[in-house]
Each structure stands twice: as C-alpha cells, then as structure tokens.
C-alpha cells in the first residue's frame, strides 16, 4: 500500500526553527518532482516548495529565504528545513508528488506561538 507519512512538526516559538520529514512506503521518490504544501485553518492547501528529480528547487514568495526543500531518493524521503518560522506559517504540512499525487497522509501540525 502507498503511504505518504509526514512527520517532525510540532509548538516553536516565532523565530524558531523545524525539519519536517515526508517518507513513502511503496513507491520511490525517484523520477517524481515532490513538493510540500501546507494548510492553514480556514484556508485552501497551497504549494510552498518543489523538488525536482534532479534537486533543482522553487519555493512561494511566502516561504523563500526562510525554508529548504531537500531530497534522499535512497531514503524515499523529502525534507522541509524551516527557520524563521513565522505564525502565519502555522498549518497543517502535507507532501506529496506534483504530477500524479497521491493519496494524501496525515500531514504534521506546525505551529508557531508564543
């Protein structure tokens, strides 16, 4: 069975800093542009960093400066580096290919309170 399993979010203070990881059981990254998208409460998913197969990046104005995208396709794993962090960041964290998705997982709450 595919599985997109996010993990490493948690409560940080505005400032702080988190590495959010997103593994998959079935399937290689390998080939695949990934990309992690976020939701807020209220609000629509929105993509905020791409990866492409070859590690070339891109990134939402909201987030640029502040977040990395990386990649282990050995590990089938895709990692989201955030400093800086922001309480508009605060949302719900999801990863997931760009061209034929999958099934979301569960994502991993971020949020960022004083």
């Known amino acids: 069975q595919v599985q997109l399993v996010e993990s490493g979010g948690g409560l940080v203070q505005p400032g702080g800093s988190l590495r959010l990881s997103c593994a998959a059981s079935g399937i290689i990254f390998r080939g695949y542009a990934m990309g992690w998208y976020r939701q807020a409460p209220g609000k629509q998913r929105e993509l905020v960093a791409t990866?492409?197969?070859?590690?070339?990046?891109g990134y939402a104005d909201s987030v640029k400066g502040r977040f990395t995208i990386s990649r282990d396709n050995t590990k089938n794993t895709v990692y989201l580096q955030m400093n800086s962090l922001k309480s508009e960041d605060t949302a719900v964290y999801y990863c997931?290919?760009?061209?034929?998705?999958?099934?979301w997982g569960q994502g991993t709450q971020v949020t960022v309170s004083s």
């Open positions: 990866i492409t197969n070859g590690g070339s990046t």
């Open positions: 997931n290919r760009l061209q034929s998705p999958l099934a």
